[in-house]
């Protein structure tokens, strides 16, 4: 019964165990909820939905209200999957030059792997070849989708799709899949771009030479839900996550 309190709990950055949207959002949150509710369930709403909510507070089954109503009828049918995409970037949206990273940040590997772990990561055939170079194997415990254009390429226990769409097709059959994960590079970043709805931003505080870059995205990516300025031995960088304007 979660696809809408899903959406609703990670719009508001609520612990989703907490969440009664009308208690943590209040009138306004509540409204914005019931529009992103509509925008992406097509669940309508009648007078009273509000004040029924409140008396069902969420999981009374006994008197569901339209939150759980809805969930009830759409939940079989249709999972909620948020397309995101974890990128470590420079000043001018560098990302890579070859097939190496530009920077390596103990702490944002990390973070990486802390995000991406148990989720679906479709990536470009470079980027894949330059992880298995650095790591000796793909990404582990984590579904690898590899966009390539090539139809006869084959890695052990990897699927590869031929376009973005396919590939993000393919990662909603995948455990996980609550959380699609876009692993770049430029190419793969640059077309999936109107696909993500969160971006798990490093902005790193320094400049490199580079051949890949992120593309622009910030009018497209205009609600900071969280920020943490950080250092490792001397470089100041920023995790910065960011959703797309609704
Ligand atoms: N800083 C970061 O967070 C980060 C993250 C990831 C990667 N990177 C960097 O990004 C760089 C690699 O990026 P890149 O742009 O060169 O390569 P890429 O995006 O990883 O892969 C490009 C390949 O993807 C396939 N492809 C692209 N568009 C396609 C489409 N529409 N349909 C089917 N296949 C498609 C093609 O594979 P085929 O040639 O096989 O057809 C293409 O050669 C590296 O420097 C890497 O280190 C940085």
Redesign the pocket.
């Known amino acids: 019964m979660i696809p809408i309190l899903h959406l609703a709990c990670r719009e508001y950055s609520v612990s989703e165990r907490d969440c009664n949207p009308v208690v943590n959002f209040g009138e306004r949150g509540f409204s914005r909820f019931q529009r992103i509710a509509k925008i992406y369930y097509r669940v309508q709403w009648y007078p009273g939905a509000m004040e029924e909510a409140e008396r069902c507070a969420m999981h009374n089954q006994k008197q569901p209200c339209a939150i759980c109503r809805a969930n009830q009828k759409i939940g079989p049918q249709r999972k909620s999957h948020t397309v995101v995409a974890v990128?470590?970037?420079g000043k001018n949206r560098e990302?890579?030059?070859?097939?190496?990273?530009l920077w390596h940040i103990p702490d944002d590997l990390k973070r990486f792997k802390r995000l991406t772990l148990g989720h679906p990561i479709v990536?470009?055939?470079?980027?894949f070849e330059?992880i298995v170079k650095i790591l000796g194997k793909p990404l582990p415990e984590r579904t690898n989708i590899v966009?390539?254009?090539?139809s006869n390429?084959k890695y052990e226990g990897i699927l590869a799709a031929?376009?973005?769409e396919d590939a993000i097709e393919l990662a909603k059959q995948q455990p996980g899949s609550e959380e699609i994960h876009i692993?770049?590079?430029?190419?793969?970043y640059e077309?999936a771009l109107p696909f993500i709805d969160k971006l798990y931003l490093t902005l790193i505080d320094d400049t490199k030479d580079a051949d890949?870059f992120f593309p622009p995205y910030e009018h497209l990516f205009t609600k900071k839900t969280f920020e943490e300025a950080r250092e490792s031995n001397g470089l100041k960088y920023r995790w910065v996550d960011l959703c797309r304007k609704l």
């Open positions: 990128v470590a970037i990302l890579g030059e070859g097939d190496r990273l990536m470009g055939r470079k980027t330059s966009v390539t254009r090539d390429w031929s376009s973005i692993g770049g590079g430029a190419q793969i077309q890949a």
